[in-house]
């Protein structure tokens, strides 16, 4: 295919011609030529760079990087993480990468792994989004590369790995209700249930862990937490029979951030 970047008019003698910057070649193989039309005097002709027809064009390199919605997030919850692709050369507004993947690493716990999102196929775009829902606590260092190239998009290169951002995960929000008698007798068995519940969407099937329980700032034991059949709850229970008579006692049960009285 041809394409004419540019005339000019030669009018007597010898006419050096200097052609502005092309930057929409593709990538790969081409034959740069010059065509004289020629006049009364001089023949038409005809001339290619000497290098022709191995003038190659290679893919532009190209860097990523990354950015989220939310800097902290709790489990469960969705972040919108964004990934940007910058060509070293390509002009904006013109050709944009349209093919290859781009793949978020998550290093948690110095382990890195993809998360669940990825890859994410590019096309006719600088910038893709993914939407990650995290599903373990603690600081999640992410990065990001393009990985373009033959044969997935020949004009833009494979970029290195992003820098990276944190994004400190807390733990899925609960609550936490308990129920028993509001009265007994000394030596009679008290028995108080603690239900935990989670408030939002969280990947775990229902919350684990352990219930302490208290009397004021006594502590009466700790009870692992056991699922309530078909339900996303979890209880414990814990049976007492030694409160002191004659004065008052305020039971309460513990879970990471729920708390309730009774």
């Keep these: 295919r041809r394409v004419l970047f540019r005339s000019i008019v030669v ?8 052609f502005p910057a092309i930057s929409s070649l593709l990538a790969g193989g081409h034959q740069i030529s010059a065509n004289y039309s020629g006049d009364s ?29 939310l800097s902290s997030a709790n489990i469960g919850q969705t972040v919108i993480l964004t990934v940007t692709i910058t060509p070293q050369f390509t002009p ?14 998550d290093t948690f716990n110095a382990t890195p792994s993809t998360i669940p999102c990825d890859p994410v196929a590019v096309s006719n775009t600088f910038s893709v989004n993914c939407n990650w829902v995290p599903q373990t606590n603690g600081n999640h260092s992410l990065t990001a ?3 373009g190239g033959s044969p997935a998009d020949i004009n833009f290169a494979t970029s290195p ?13 609960t609550t936490t209700t308990l129920t028993g008698p509001t009265s007994g007798v000394y030596g009679q068995n008290l028995t108080f249930t603690a239900t935990v519940a989670p408030t939002g969407g969280s990947p775990n099937p229902y919350p684990q862990g352990t219930i302490q329980f208290f009397d004021f700032n006594a502590g009466l034991g700790t009870i692992n937490l056991v699922q309530v059949p078909s339900t996303s709850t979890s209880s414990a229970s814990i049976t007492v029979s030694n409160l002191a008579t004659g004065q008052p006692h305020s039971i309460t049960a513990v879970y990471e951030i729920g708390r309730a009285h009774v």
């Excluded at 000497?50 to 860097?63: E, G, I, M, R």
């Design 11 to 18: 009018n007597g003698g010898t006419v050096t011609a200097t």
């Design 41 to 69: 005097n001089y023949a038409a002709v005809t001339g290619t760079i000497p290098s022709s027809p191995n003038f190659t064009v290679t893919a532009d390199p190209t860097t990523a990087t990354i950015s989220s919605n």
């Design 92 to 105: 904006p507004g013109t050709l944009k990468p349209n093919g290859g993947t781009v793949t978020i690493t």
């Design 145 to 147: 590369h393009y990985t």
């Design 161 to 173: 790995e992003s820098a990276g951002i944190t994004v400190a995960v807390g733990g899925a929000p």
